[in-house]
T-cell receptor
């Protein structure tokens, strides 16, 4: 069965500092991987996705993620965090039928 | 991309009653999914709704509690039956066709049961 682990429940980062959110997955075949962001009171917004090809994926809002098959990881990064990046971030994996398996989420707090 | 409208956006309901959530998509889609997000938790898939067939429920979810309708390729409903405070959650509708690279989500329905 597929699963997603986000080891960090909560991360506090200073505005302007770099951010890295960890995601590990377990999946029998080549996974389809996603990062979503959920701001307070908002729906889910897709930041980026990996299906195949280049293992470094660029997304919206200056985010990127790197797929590492050997480590079963898909970590999300941003070089310089803005106060508006404070939100909940979810890593997810899907099968070909579209059922998404979400990680527990990482709450990001941005301090001045 | 698909635009999804969910109604209602939020509701406060009495325990023992039922609430039906509507999900309308602006294009025809093969598969629709219903997720639940309990307070402070991640999203959990409730069921997959395909047009013309009964919904497929995930472990821990049953049709009597969460009946789903899928009358056509652009619309689905999820009913939360005989509600209790434990049903207080955000319920989200999602669509994705096999072969598409992105799943789209509605804004969610925030349900509070008192």
């Amino acid at each position: 069965a597929q699963s997603v682990t986000q080891p960090d429940i909560h991360i506090t980062v200073s505005e302007g500092a770099s951010l890295e959110l960890r995601c590990n997955y377990s999946y029998g075949a080549t996974p389809y991987l996603f990062w979503y962001v959920q701001s307070p009171g908002q729906g889910l917004q897709l930041l980026l996705k990996y299906f195949s090809g280049d293992t470094l994926v660029q997304g919206i809002k200056g985010f990127e993620a790197e797929f590492k098959r050997s480590q079963s990881s898909f970590n999300l990064r941003k070089p310089s965090v803005h106060w508006s990046d404070a939100a909940e971030y979810f890593c997810a994996v899907t099968d070909s039928w579209g059922k998404l398996q979400f990680g527990a989420g990482t709450q990001v707090v941005v301090t001045p | 991309s698909a635009v999804i409208s969910q109604k209602p956006s939020r509701d406060i309901c009495q325990r023992g009653t039922s609430l039906t959530i509507q999900c309308q998509v602006d294009s025809q889609v093969t598969m629709m999914f219903w997720y639940r997000q309990q307070p402070g938790q991640s999203l959990t898939l409730i069921a997959t709704a395909n047009q013309g067939s009964e919904a497929t429920y995930e472990s821990g979810f049953v049709i009597d509690k969460f009946p789903i309708s899928r009358p056509n390729l652009t619309f689905s409903t999820l009913t939360v039956s005989n509600m209790s405070p434990e049903d207080s959650s955000i319920y989200l509708c999602s669509v994705r066709d096999p072969g598409d690279t992105e799943a789209f989500f509605g804004q969610g329905t925030r349900l509070t049961v008192v």
